[in-house]
């Protein structure tokens, strides 16, 4: 039996449509915005040495990168992948709080590293300018990173948009 042009792309459609993940869109352009407005900080910052100059000028961008990669985990686990189906109990809020804040650790750490093996590879060669001022800075920008994380728990889980 020979299937048709006009039915094979028919039964194609059809099946595309059961693996296409239907999003509204927003997440995905507050995340881009979000993004975008890290970069652009973050360049501005190395740039104009706002880094070394003003003491607290990482702060806020440590907490815009927490709350960007709390976003995310939303974004992946709930709206993409569909993996989380959770209601609104004190359960279900202690339990995301553990697994939005340690999906924010993996990557806040991830970024010290990069911090570290910069101070490592560049700083040393004197190619750039120290990244790395202590155990205190590395400790600060963790729980600044958790303090973003903690806020995109809050704002996704008592948003009146309920998007699950």
């Keep these: 039996m020979e299937i048709k042009r006009g039915e ?14 239907r999003t509204s869109g927003k997440t995905e352009r507050v995340l881009l915005v979000l993004l975008l407005v890290i970069g652009v ?3 501005a910052g190395l740039i104009n ?7 607290w000028y990482d702060i806020p961008l440590h907490i815009l990168g927490g709350l960007w990669i709390g976003l995310l985990f939303f974004y992946l686990f709930e709206a993409r992948f569909r993996f989380l189906s959770l209601g609104r109990t004190l359960k279900d809020y202690i339990f995301l709080f553990f697994l939005v804040l340690g999906f924010v650790s993996f990557f806040g750490i991830l970024w010290e590293f990069f911090e570290y093996f910069g101070d490592v590879f560049f700083v040393k060669k004197g190619y750039a300018a120290i990244l790395q001022e202590g155990i205190a800075d590395t400790l600060g920008d963790f729980l ?15 948003s009146k948009n309920d998007h699950r």
């Design 8 to 21: 094979r792309s028919k039964t194609n459609r059809k099946i595309a449509s059961r693996f296409v993940i």
């Design 41 to 43: 900080a973050h360049y």
């Design 49 to 55: 040495r706002w880094y070394w100059s003003v003491f």
């Design 144 to 158: 600044n990173d958790l303090l973003g994380g903690f806020l995109a728990l809050n704002v996704r889980f008592f």
